[in-house]
């Protein structure tokens, strides 16, 4: 890896770093708006010379993929457990990180975040060139266990690749038996969900994040301005909210709408804990070395 991706990563990283602590600050305090909060997130990205990749947030039962529509009137309410997941990228290197909090003064998930900071921890101790993915899920599957919790079995880490969210090996969160090893500079992403329901995740609810999916030809005006709105991001997310805000609501829902049958856009539903167990989430992206450089820590 040469010194200039190594500096776009590390800048990336404390950047996402950053706007994760800001944003999961706000939250902690109940009342504050779902919305203002992600809206927030994205101006100080780009306030601190980042490019957006995402910023999301999901809520007690729900793990991932929650994004605000501007009509969203959400706040945070006493002894929520609120997951924060930042992207930031520059030049498509990208830092995922994510953290989790409780608003306002409930303790009683504490023991579920904790777990799952100590997961990820176990498992970037063993990062390094050669590792076997096995090891890094038997890790964090091991934490969850002794505090008689588990991982939710059906959401992985990643790798990351330029522009891409997900490099294409995917990183366990219990033992799959997969025997994949680490390479040297890879760059990835460990993120244990941890939860006291069953360990698995279903869509739940409307999308609110996209992505791009196969390059087709679209017919109607509405689908063709999205294609051209959303073609910068370069196959990141974007959301429903930023395509309203271009489109307002009638022609976001047109244009999507043929995009989704198309296949053209895919969409990314909430997702939820099939028992409705709560879940937390701790999240840190890494180049690995010998020592890996965990690149999204404060
Ligand atoms: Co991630």
């Known amino acids: 890896m040469d010194e200039e991706t190594l500096n776009k990563i590390m800048k990336a990283g404390r950047i996402a770093a950053q706007v994760r602590e800001e944003g999961a600050k706000k939250l902690s305090v109940v009342?504050?708006?779902?919305?203002?909060?992600?809206?927030?997130?994205?101006k100080r990205i780009l306030e601190l010379g980042g490019e957006i990749a995402w910023a999301q947030l999901a809520v007690n039962d729900v793990a991932a993929h929650y994004c605000p529509d501007d009509d969203d009137t959400s706040v945070s309410k006493e002894g929520d457990l609120i997951k924060v997941d930042i992207g930031v990228h520059i030049d498509g290197y990208i830092a995922d990180n994510a953290m989790t909090i409780i608003s306002g003064t409930s303790n009683e998930w504490k023991d579920l975040i904790t777990t799952s900071q100590k997961a990820l921890n176990a498992a970037i101790k063993l990062v390094r060139p050669g590792v076997q993915l096995w090891e890094l899920g038997e890790a964090q599957y091991s934490e969850a266990e002794a505090k008689g919790f588990t991982t939710i079995k059906?959401?992985?880490?990643?790798?990351?690749?330029?522009?891409?969210?997900?490099?294409?090996?995917?990183?366990?969160?219990?033992?799959?038996?997969?025997?994949?090893?680490?390479?040297?500079?890879?760059?990835i992403a460990i993120e244990p969900f941890i939860t006291n329901g069953t360990g698995l995740v279903k869509d739940k609810g409307k999308a609110?994040?996209?992505?791009?999916?196969?390059?087709?030809?679209?017919?109607?005006?509405?689908?063709?301005?999205?294609?051209e709105f959303v073609k910068p991001r370069n196959g990141l997310p974007f959301t429903f909210r930023d395509l309203t805000r271009q489109f307002g609501k009638g022609g976001t829902a047109l244009g999507l709408r043929e995009l989704q049958s198309l296949g053209v856009v895919r969409p990314?539903?909430?997702?939820?804990?099939?028992?409705?167990?709560?879940?937390?989430?701790?999240?840190?992206?890494m180049i690995v070395r010998d020592k890996p450089i965990v690149y999204t820590k404060i």
Do not use: W
């Not at 880490?157 to 890879?186: A, C, Q, W």
């Not at 609110?208 to 294609?227: D, L």
């Not at 990314?268 to 992206?285: C, D, I, K, R, W």
């Open 31 to 42: 009342g504050t708006s779902f919305l203002t909060t992600m809206d927030y997130c994205e």
């Open 208 to 227: 609110t994040v996209f992505m791009m999916g196969k390059e087709k030809g679209v017919r109607s005006p509405y689908a063709r301005k999205i294609v």
């Open 154 to 187: 059906n959401l992985c880490g990643h790798t990351l690749g330029r522009y891409r969210v997900h490099g294409g090996i995917s990183i366990p969160t219990f033992n799959n038996k997969d025997k994949t090893e680490l390479k040297e500079d890879m760059q």
């Open 268 to 285: 990314y539903p909430p997702l939820a804990e099939v028992a409705q167990g709560m879940v937390a989430q701790t999240e840190h992206s």
